[in-house]
Structures are given as structure tokens and as C-alpha cells.
């Protein structure tokens, strides 16, 4: 694919800038006709973008990608109804825009209320993750913002077929020409310019490994909503049931070690580790989990590596583990609110004091109480699809869906009335 010159990927954020007005005037009934077309279109012509697909897997496979990346990027039958139904999820989803968020009637008879309008034009910067594509350009549907979406070279030639195909398919039912624009080269110089155009995107949002995340934050002038670096911590308290923790430390992170929501690093009480250490690792070991540990842990896991300062700080995505005693909880949130992403994090126990400390003192978007930190997900939450996990405190924080990817104004209805 041919490189865009600068004015080219300018005028697809021009472009979108133009749709967003007539997005934000779109009704209810209108937006979910063209999220049911969208979703019938992918479900139509999922040959073609498995096709696509397989071509950006070949090349990835080529270049020597391992297991973790290319399950990101892998689509399949089901993978391609399950963005299908995603955007039937979104339809059925209450419309936010116009809703009152707040409202009073002052004393010299103003009627004030707050409503939930659109952001206006949100650009999107990812990786790998072809799914991205469909959620995003259904979300900001819903949600009435134009999109400009800037894919991984991973994923896309995927990315090409799914826009394609769902602008062919609600461009005739009244889509609004240029509501969802994609770059069309993994250039990074264009990636610089779509994060100085300010005077289309009102908002920025990363998606993918932490260097993308802190490029975007370093260099936009657009204002940025931080998503996904997820170095998620399981912490094993002394009184955990060791069958449940063992069940909840594998599924977070064997089950789909690939994404920002899977465990990274594993915490154990003292108390709990003899026991626990060595039936978890040979587990681990025969799904193929690498294990690194400190000092302590190898003595009960001697196949392991020893853990270096840099494991405690990495987000793996990939069947790799950190794994560390502590002493008691106040270790292990302390080394939780030191190296974490401010993502998800989990505590497993029985002791509901501790439960308690650690939902209050550890910082993060998701805390768990007994339960796997895959759950952090849109779609896991009853949000419908979502734009990504926020991981920063300022407008949207966790999961981000519908109400997250709306801005409000003050509306105010008087009669009259001045100010003395």
C-alpha cells in the first residue's frame, strides 16, 4: 500500500471533523439500523476478511512472531461473529447522547440541566488486535463521534477488509460520509501527524504496548486517554483456598496471555508458598509457563529463573510469570502501587480485613476480592464492546464504553432572567 503524504492523512481527520456534526444529530433508531447493517456485513463477508487476515498472519509467522502476537492478530469464524455481535450489543444498549446527567431548578427560577453530548472526532492509535477496528468504529457510531483509525502494520491489511466492508455496507443506509476514516500506512511519520491535529481530533486514544502508549502521551498535542499497559499482580494471601487460587492464577494468565487484562505477576504470602509453590508451578510448567522468581521462591521452584528488577516492571504478554514472596498484605500492595500499570489487580482470600485493605489502598482501574483478573473487559463489565481500558483518572477510568466516549454541556432555560 502506497504511503499517504501528510495533507492526505490530514484530510481524512478534515473529512471526519465534517461527519462528526452530522453524526451527533443521528437518532437512536438511526445509529442501531447501521450498527444491524454493520453487523450483518461482517458476518456476510467474513471469507474476505479471513483472507486478509491469514495474509497479515503469514507475514507475521514469517518474520518470526511467536504464539502470544499472533493470537492477537488471528482471526476465525468465530472471532469474526463475535465482532459481529459486539456491535448487536452496542445496538441494544441505551442511547447516551441527550441523556440528563444531573439537574435543578435555581432560586430565581433557571432551569439548569447537564447532558451527555459526543466528544466529536476521537482518533485511534493501536496494534495487532483487528477486533479493535470493528469495536471502535462502533462505539463511536453509538456514541455519535466520527473516528480515524490508525492500525499496527501487523494487522493491516485485516483492518483495510473491516473497514471496507462495514463503510460499503452503511454508506447507502445513511452512514455519514467520512464517520469512520483509517489510515491506510503504518508510516510512523503519519501516526506524528495525527497527533498534532488538534484542530480536527478533539481526543487521542493509544491501544497497545507501553512504548506506543508513552510515544502518544510524549508527543500529541491532542489531548490523550491513556489505555491497556496492564502489569497485572495476583496476590495469594495466607488464607486463600489454594484450589481456587491455583484455578484463578492460571486462567489470568494462561488463558489468553496476549492481552493487556492477563496476570503478569504473582505475589505469595509466606505462609502460603510451601504449599502452594511447587503444585502451581508444575502446573504451570506443563502449559509451558516460564517462570521467574526470587531467591525465596526458587528454593520451592528450582526450575525457575532467577527474577531480575526489570521482570518485576514488564507487562510479558506471553506465557511468562513473575513470581515473588511477601511477607503479609502491606508487602504486597506496596509492591503492587510500585511497579503496576494502575490496571487490575486481585487479591485471593478468605480474610475479609485484608480483602478490604487491599480494595482501599491498592491503585488501580479494576481491584479484585477472589476472582481473575481477565474480567476487566467491556463486554465482561455489561458495557458492550469498549474503546480499551483506561488506566489514568481524568475523564474515563477501567473499562471504557458508551458513556465513556461522550463529553456533557450545561443546558439552561430561563425566562427571561438576568444576572444582578
Same mark, same amino acid.
Given at each position: 500500500?502506497?504511503?499517504?503524504?501528510?495533507?492526505?492523512?490530514?484530510?481524512? *481527520?478534515?473529512?471526519?471533523?465534517?461527519?462528526?456534526? $452530522?453524526?451527533?444529530?443521528?437518532?437512536?433508531?438511526?445509529?442501531?439500523?447501521?450498527?444491524?447493517? #454493520? *453487523?450483518?456485513?461482517?458476518?456476510?463477508?467474513?471469507?474476505?476478511?479471513? %483472507?486478509?487476515?491469514?495474509?497479515?498472519?503469514?507475514? @507475521?509467522?514469517?518474520?518470526?512472531?511467536?504464539?502470544?502476537?499472533?493470537?492477537?492478530?488471528?482471526?476465525?469464524?468465530?472471532?469474526?461473529?463475535?465482532?459481529?455481535?459486539?456491535?448487536? %450489543?452496542?445496538?441494544?444498549?441505551?442511547?447516551?447522547?441527550?441523556?440528563?446527567?444531573?439537574?435543578?431548578?435555581?432560586?430565581?427560577?433557571?432551569?439548569?440541566?447537564?447532558?451527555?453530548?459526543?466528544?466529536?472526532?476521537?482518533?485511534?492509535?493501536?496494534?495487532?488486535?483487528?477486533?479493535?477496528?470493528?469495536?471502535?468504529?462502533?462505539?463511536?457510531?453509538?456514541?455519535?463521534?466520527?473516528?480515524?483509525?490508525?492500525?499496527?502494520?501487523?494487522?493491516?491489511?485485516?483492518?483495510?477488509?473491516?473497514?471496507?466492508?462495514?463503510?460499503?455496507?452503511?454508506?447507502?443506509?445513511?452512514?455519514?460520509?467520512?464517520? /469512520?476514516?483509517?489510515? +491506510?500506512?503504518?508510516? $510512523? +511519520?503519519?501516526?506524528?501527524?495525527?497527533?498534532?491535529?488538534?484542530?480536527?481530533?478533539?481526543?487521542?486514544?493509544?491501544?497497545?504496548?507501553?512504548?506506543?502508549?508513552?510515544?502518544?502521551? $510524549?508527543?500529541?498535542?491532542?489531548?490523550?486517554?491513556?489505555?491497556?499497559?496492564?502489569?497485572?499482580?495476583?496476590?495469594?494471601?495466607?488464607?486463600?483456598?489454594?484450589?481456587?487460587? +491455583?484455578?484463578?492464577?492460571?486462567?489470568?494468565?494462561?488463558?489468553?496471555?496476549?492481552?493487556?487484562?492477563?496476570?503478569?505477576?504473582?505475589? @505469595?504470602?509466606?505462609?502460603?508458598?510451601?504449599?502452594?509453590?511447587?503444585?502451581?508451578?508444575?502446573?504451570?510448567?506443563?502449559?509451558?509457563?516460564?517462570?521467574? *522468581?526470587? %531467591?525465596?521462591?526458587?528454593?520451592?521452584?528450582?526450575?525457575?529463573?532467577?527474577?531480575?528488577?526489570?521482570?518485576?516492571?514488564?507487562?510479558?504478554?506471553?506465557?511468562?510469570?513473575?513470581?515473588?514472596? @511477601?511477607?503479609?498484605?502491606?508487602?504486597?500492595?506496596?509492591?503492587?502501587?510500585?511497579?503496576?500499570?494502575?490496571?487490575?489487580?486481585? /487479591? /485471593?482470600?478468605?480474610?475479609?480485613?485484608?480483602?478490604?485493605?487491599?480494595?482501599?489502598?491498592?491503585?488501580?482501574?479494576?481491584?479484585?476480592?477472589?476472582?481473575?483478573?481477565?474480567? &476487566?473487559?467491556?463486554?465482561?463489565?455489561?458495557?458492550?464492546?469498549? #474503546?480499551?481500558?483506561? &488506566?489514568?483518572?481524568?475523564?474515563?477510568?477501567?473499562? #471504557?464504553?458508551?458513556?465513556?466516549? &461522550?463529553?456533557?454541556?450545561?443546558?439552561?432555560?430561563?425566562?427571561?432572567?438576568?444576572?444582578?
Amino acid at each position: 500500500m502506497a504511503g499517504l503524504r501528510e495533507s492526505e492523512a490530514l484530510e481524512k *481527520a478534515r473529512r471526519a471533523r465534517a461527519a462528526a456534526a $452530522r453524526l451527533g444529530l443521528l437518532t437512536r433508531t438511526e445509529k442501531d439500523h447501521l450498527l444491524e447493517v #454493520m *453487523a450483518e456485513a461482517l458476518e456476510a463477508n467474513a471469507g474476505a476478511i479471513l %483472507e486478509a487476515n491469514a495474509q497479515d498472519v503469514r507475514a @507475521v509467522k514469517e518474520r518470526g512472531g511467536t504464539s502470544a502476537p499472533i493470537d492477537r492478530l488471528l482471526l476465525d469464524e468465530k472471532r469474526v461473529h463475535a465482532m459481529a455481535q459486539g456491535l448487536r %450489543e452496542i445496538a441494544a444498549l441505551p442511547d447516551p447522547i441527550g441523556e440528563v446527567i444531573e439537574g435543578r431548578r435555581l432560586p430565581n427560577g433557571l432551569e439548569i440541566t447537564r447532558v451527555r453530548v459526543p466528544l466529536g472526532v476521537v482518533g485511534i492509535i493501536y496494534e495487532s488486535r483487528p477486533n479493535v477496528t470493528a469495536d471502535a468504529a462502533g462505539l463511536c457510531l453509538k456514541s455519535g463521534n466520527a473516528v480515524v483509525l490508525r492500525g499496527g502494520s501487523d494487522a493491516l491489511h485485516s483492518n483495510l477488509a473491516i473497514v471496507g466492508v462495514l463503510t460499503e455496507a452503511a454508506g447507502p443506509e445513511g452512514l455519514p460520509e467520512g464517520a /469512520i476514516e483509517i489510515i +491506510e500506512t503504518t508510516d $510512523r +511519520e503519519v501516526a506524528a501527524e495525527l497527533m498534532r491535529a488538534d484542530e480536527y481530533l478533539d481526543v487521542l486514544i493509544p491501544r497497545g504496548g507501553g512504548d506506543l502508549i508513552r510515544r502518544v502521551k $510524549r508527543e500529541s498535542t491532542v489531548p490523550v486517554i491513556e489505555t491497556g499497559e496492564g502489569n497485572c499482580h495476583i496476590y495469594v494471601d495466607a488464607s486463600a483456598p489454594l484450589d481456587q487460587a +491455583e484455578e484463578i492464577v492460571v486462567n489470568a494468565k494462561c488463558q489468553r496471555p496476549g492481552v493487556c487484562n492477563a496476570a503478569e505477576t504473582l505475589l @505469595v504470602h509466606r505462609e502460603a508458598a510451601s504449599e502452594f509453590l511447587p503444585r502451581l508451578g508444575a502446573r504451570l510448567s506443563e502449559i509451558g509457563v516460564e517462570l521467574r *522468581a526470587c %531467591e525465596e521462591s526458587r528454593k520451592l521452584l528450582p526450575d525457575a529463573r532467577k527474577a531480575c528488577e526489570a521482570d518485576w516492571e514488564t507487562e510479558f504478554l506471553d506465557l511468562i510469570l513473575a513470581i515473588r514472596v @511477601v511477607n503479609d498484605v502491606g508487602e504486597a500492595i506496596a509492591h503492587i502501587n510500585r511497579y503496576g500499570t494502575k490496571h487490575s489487580e486481585a /487479591i /485471593i482470600t478468605r480474610d475479609l480485613e485484608n480483602a478490604q485493605r487491599f480494595v482501599r489502598e491498592v491503585d488501580a482501574a479494576a481491584v479484585y476480592v477472589n476472582a481473575s483478573t481477565r474480567f &476487566t473487559d467491556g463486554g465482561q463489565f455489561g458495557l458492550g464492546a469498549e #474503546m480499551g481500558i483506561s &488506566t489514568q483518572k481524568l475523564h474515563a477510568r477501567g473499562p #471504557m464504553g458508551l458513556r465513556e466516549m &461522550t463529553s456533557s454541556k450545561w443546558v439552561i432555560m430561563g425566562q427571561g432572567q438576568v444576572r444582578a
